[in-house]
């Protein structure tokens, strides 16, 4: 991977989180961790970070607030850099955030622009995260499925340094808030292509048709839809409401999404399995036209061997 030197790009993220865990520690690292991936979708390399916390100090315990920050700076710990500072503010929520500061050379520099047609989509981490925070907030979330969740969204998307230095890797970014359809249409509208995604090739958490048979979906998901459906083109025939649900799900710290030519494919996988992705899969493929995302469902999905 490159070791940045003098020629040098440098970049600041800011990302503010609000809880969607009772659980003060993890609330710091999820949050933590969906800061730094702004510097990890671009190819770079954070440096340190600053916190910014926001906490109703009046009504939260102190030891509460405590934890927040230790979950912020034990993922910085693990992504191997400092927290040299911050402000702290009293507010009415708790609020909690970082801004990362990263580094990367100009030319690994990765957008959510440049992807071309050919390329094929590649996903890092499993869709459900706001299904399961849904289901949680509903008392229906099983402990193992917390587990997964905050398994999930305090995994670094360290992947992101190495593939910036992929030139068959055309564009990158983060799956977050706008869910997978809402990130994807990004992409498309500034490379100026379309894409097909297949519905069957995605990795989802385990348990996700259970939770939302029962309801359990967030209100940002419909949001999503309305804010940018008229750039879909969903399945006529055998597809569900809920099916849509996930694919507008909004992500906490969710997977990079990687638009790379086919003949690199093999590396980019392994370059995820290698940092402990394992559920990173090819979901679908960058087309010409203008832009826009088809959905397909395929009865059998037939992994090619890369």
Known sequence: AYQPTANQARSATNDFFMPIVDAPFAFGSMAATNALSDVYAMGGFPLFALAVVGMPVKTLPLETIRRIIEGGEATCARAGIPVAGGHSIDSVEPIYGLVAIGMVHPENIKRNTGARPGDKLILGKSLGVGIYSAALKKNLLSATAYASMISTTTQLNTPGRSLGCFAGVHAMTDVTGFGLLGHLVELCRASEVSATVDYSALPILPNIVTYLEKGCVTGASSRNWDSYGEWISLPKKGFSEAERALLTD?????????????????????????????????????????????????????????
């Open 250 to 306: 909004p992500q906490t710290s969710g997977g990079l999404l990687v638009a790379c030519a086919p003949e690199v494919v093999p590396s980019v996988l392994a370059i995820f399995l290698q940092d402990g992705f394992h559920r990173a899969a090819v979901i679908g493929e960058v087309g010409e036209g203008r832009p826009r995302v088809n959905v397909v469902k395929s009865e059998t999905v037939e992994q090619t061997a890369y």
